[in-house]
């Protein structure tokens, strides 16, 4: 039996800190990981030793396969856990670390190589007899192969990356028109998220359930399923919110998937923990779809259900220890849920955010509540990496508590300093449908109104509660501070304090008469009494920005000078900006080139997806401000269009 003492944890964010978690409290030393970019990052902080890989991009730091390996070296590991994401389904890295002389916490390069391709894994399960969504997984990678095949399979279609998983290289195509840029853009992200640009396409199945089978194999020849999820609840094809078990899953149909994805895993000698993905029907059919060779995202809500710690299981069995139990003695307790809180703005077709996390408060832990993440207050969101910053977890007796419970996390949830979804999860698990389990891969679109609501006017109760907030909040002494200005004072009559406050593109002069009804705050918590009823929101002052919580969501306000406001779009007119910080990927007009609207002009690549820019009206390409392979901030001019006459 091999002894470790030390593992090196080849992956970010709220992975590695899960990972070096269980780690620690087995006694082993960790070691972290990070770019240069990351070099102050959660990750590296709490690990018990750290490796400086240099350079930005995934592609310079994490991806290096050399750097990896002479960094355990260096450190002292035994062991190299890969988490999920970058190398952890790459067979060439699990060879390269058991040629060092290392343990790679995964399963056999052999079992990587047989899954880790969606082509390789299709056709074996076609040979196993495992019902298949229609679909070509050729070597062929010309667009007239793919042309004829979805012609053969009938549209809509789905590309996908056969290497990759999370939603990148992944798209939809409706009809012939769009399929050559689908195919382009769905290669170029597979290329820079997994260094393999092959994909498949397959019948787009509508109003499927994707329902997944957590196996886990020892060295010994042993194999057994730990119950099923349910991550149906997806945007883009990348999962949202996850939950286990499967609601309305019956014993049977969890047997016979169970058993299914077992036989899956043993045909190709895995070991370790994997995820056997299926679509499930409306009839209760169930389709193959892929096999994960690594810990999945959402394993937290398995851990929930059944008592179990994965990492500690995977980092057991590497060791040569059998399972620790049978089949029959998998527990199944009450239900759990998680959601993925990720920097991107809803409101702007999620768009990845990056900047500094101002504010940041996690959810207060107790019984049957869980955050997994990678971040901290004051840390900042780069655009090299994914966008995700941490899981909500909820567990429950049944599927109702855990969801309330859930909302609860949510609602103590305070994220400020840029976008994030939260706003759009606390709908989700509020939402009718999802209360009674409504779900299937469509849920966002079908519900879009209800859980996407278009940005409204604030109210004057939010204004007000905003300005009071500032006069809460500021230090009395501070010069800027308007409660230390006396213009407003009138003999015999309260003073009044006039703000010009700015929040969420919208002005209001707001007047306060200090002393009139004045609201308290206890800590960050702001009371406010309106008719006799006392409602307390979370008021935090960081900087020049007020975050307040109204309704559910985390507001920024900041004081507005409306006489040095300058509309930045004057010196634009006409100008297409650059939605977020990225990188220019591909340049595909001209300066005088005449455009069509909805033209596609330049594809920007941020957290790993690429974004395109595209002509909002037909007109003649002006300007360009870009080039490819330029770094690009939120904001800067990339495009100038003149409109058509």
Known sequence: MKTLTTVLVANRGEIACRVMRTAKAMGLTTVAVHSATDRDARHAREADIRVDLSGSKAADSYLQIDKLIAAAHASGAQAIHPGYGFLSENAGFARAIEAAGLIFLGPPASAIDA???????????ETAGVPLVPGYHGDAQDLETFRQAAERIGYPVLLKATAGGGGKGMKVVEDVSQLAEALASAQREALSSFGNAQMLVEKYLLKPRHVEIQVFA?????CLYLNERDCSIQRRHQKVVEEAPAPGLSVEQRKAMGEAAVRAAQAIGYVGAGTVEFLLDARGEFFFMEMNTRLQVEHPVTEAITGLDLVAWQ???AQGEPLPMTQAQVPLRGHAIEVRLYAEDPANDFLPATGHLALYRESTPGPGRRVDSGVEQGDNVSPFYDPMLGKLIAWGEDREQARLRLLGMLDEFAVGGLKTNLGFLRRIIGHP?????????GFIPRYQDELLPA????SDEFWQAAGQGFMQTQPSNDPRSPWADTRGFRAGLPAEVSLHLSCNGQERLVTLQPGVNPPQLRGEQLLIDQQGVRRSHLAVRE???LFLRWDGEVH???????????????SHQGGLTAPMNGSIVRVLVEVGQTVEAGTQLVVLEAMKMEHSIRAPHAGAVKALYCQEGEMVSEGSALVELEAAS
């Open 543 to 545: 900087g020049d920005s």
């Open 455 to 458: 940005p409204g006017e604030l």
């Open 556 to 570: 920024s306000v900041s004081l507005f000078d409306p006489i040095a406001a300058v509309d930045a779009s004057q």
């Open 218 to 222: 020892d060295q010994h020849g042993h």
């Open 315 to 317: 980092i057991r069995v």
């Open 433 to 441: 449908a999802f209360a009674a389990a409504e779900l299937d891969t």
């Open 115 to 125: 899954m880790g391709s969606k082509s390789a894994a299709k056709a074996l399960m």
